[in-house]
């Protein structure tokens, strides 16, 4: 039983205020959780609370806070902490809105989250295994986004991620050490070309390149010099977040400089599909361009896996549509988009009844928070798109992966999606 629910203010990794919420119960035990922050998020995402005004630029907490130290911590005492869709739906009524907008997603979710913790302590097990109970034993690939563009860098890079999946491992260790040596090989090899290997907001590099055929290319030199075998042990995934590149029914490379059709992008992204080792692309099209992403799907559906962000922003409603109208076959899943662990776990299990593949995912401001290292495991989501192996708050994913491998023992499994089909 829910006796305290407190929260306060802390930063995240790159200096903002998030809202970190603790949870405790009757007989001592606690929780804590900590929300992330996005900063190409989608439009149709739930609503982050900030307080506006002068302080910290707008992105104060402070509202949130109070949100979850007065009205949330009034709904939410006395409920079991386990009875976790009963505490999410309170909470869900309190706000009475679509996006969340009334309490806000990060005060919600703090507690959300903070409230599970709570309770797997209580129950003595580790949080996997609270959620996921015994079966919960397949970690997933990561997808390790080694080279930064977009609104997460200052380089010149209109594409936001260049991810590397070492999917052909036999443990998630092998897995994270592959990507952990082609990171390192990147590195010297855009060290030997003269080119700047300052880190972007998710650790990856952040160099100017004449072009995204060029950022391929390091890639797959990289994975070769670790002495990896592209496409079989080491493949490579893409999130454009092509929305923050979309105007007036064009995509905009300034870095190319071209300015293409829908149809035009498709082609773009074929030739890439073609030319390099790629097996997942996220947001190719804008959040608003279903034609777009129609026409995407079915040029690349079978070729590589096609997941969606922003468009579907972890919404059943937008995940629904995405089935009526054929559009991706995997779904981006991020706690915050939605707000509660609840209707996460819902939008995931009606992703998985349609024949969507599921990846968990951090956000571009991240802190040392390892849940979503812990629901990867605990749902069998297969996939984690977790940063490079850099700067802690990426880092703190992989290790809590490894703590859960190594609790498992000879019960861990790994799968490669990419050789099984997914
Ligand atoms: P964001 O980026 O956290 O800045 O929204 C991550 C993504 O687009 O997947
Ligand atoms: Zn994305």
Redesign the pocket.
Known sequence: EITQVAARMVLDSRGNPTVEAEVALVGGARGRAIV???????KFEAVELRDGGPTYGGKGVSKAIANVNGPIAGAVIGYDARQQRLLDRAMISLDDTQDKSRLGANAMLSVSLAAARAAANASRLPLTSYLGGVNATLLPVPMMNVINGG??ASNNLDM??FMLVPHGAVTFREALQWGVQTYAALKAELAAQSLSTTVG?EGGFAPNLHSHQEALELLVKAIEKAGLRPGIDVSLAL?P?STEFFREGHYVLKGEDKSLTPDEMVDYYAQLVDAFPIVSI??PMAEEDWEGWKIFTQRLRGKIQIVG??IFVTNPRRLERGFKESVADSI?I?LNQIGTLTETLETMELARSHGYSTVI?????ETEDTFIADLAVATGAGQI?TGAPARSDRVAKYNQLLRIEAMLGEGARFIDWVKRGK
């Open positions: 992330p922050s996005g900063a190409s998020t989608g609104v997460h936001q991620e907001d999130d977040a996220e947001d962000d922003d981006l991020k995912s951090h956000r571009s401001g798109k």
